[in-house]
Nanobody, 122 residues
Framework: QVQLVESGGGSVQAGGSLRLSCAAS????????MGWFRQGPGKEREFVGA????????YDVDAVKGRFTISRDNTKNTVYLQMNSLKPDDTAVYYC???????????????WGQGTQVTVSS
């Protein structure tokens, strides 16, 4: 079992930045692919991007390309989502997820975090 705990959410004005963190409870974290999802008000959950255990980012949603960056630090069992040039449309609950591969994490993640709220005001 892997527990994922997100942090770093909050309220920010448009154009601002936030960095979300997702800490994993398990030492074998570095064998998992990690992903980020978001769910805006009244919207379905949306896949944002994923990163392999070696640090290769394999997916990215067009709406966040060039503004969001996924990274991970296996020594800290943590994956990050750096969000720059935030827009009101980025307002959502952001979730991290884990699975054996990025393909699986994109479609049917094995583990989910509890989510962290990001609110972007205009």
């Amino acid at each position: 079992q892997v527990q994922l705990v997100e942090s770093g959410g909050g309220s920010v004005q448009a154009g601002g930045s936030l960095r979300l963190s997702c800490a994993a409870s398990r030492r074998t974290f570095n064998t998992y692919a990690m992903g980020w999802f978001r769910q805006g008000p009244g919207k379905e959950r949306e896949f944002v991007g994923a990163i392999t255990w070696t640090g290769v980012i394999t997916y990215d949603v067009d709406a966040v390309k060039g503004r969001f960056t996924i990274s991970r630090d296996n020594t800290k069992n943590t994956v990050y989502l750096q969000m720059n040039s935030l827009k009101p449309d980025d307002t959502a609950v952001y979730y991290c997820a884990a699975a054996s591969t990025t393909s699986v994490v994109r479609t049917t993640p094995t583990y989910w975090g509890q989510g962290t709220q990001v609110t972007v005001s205009s």
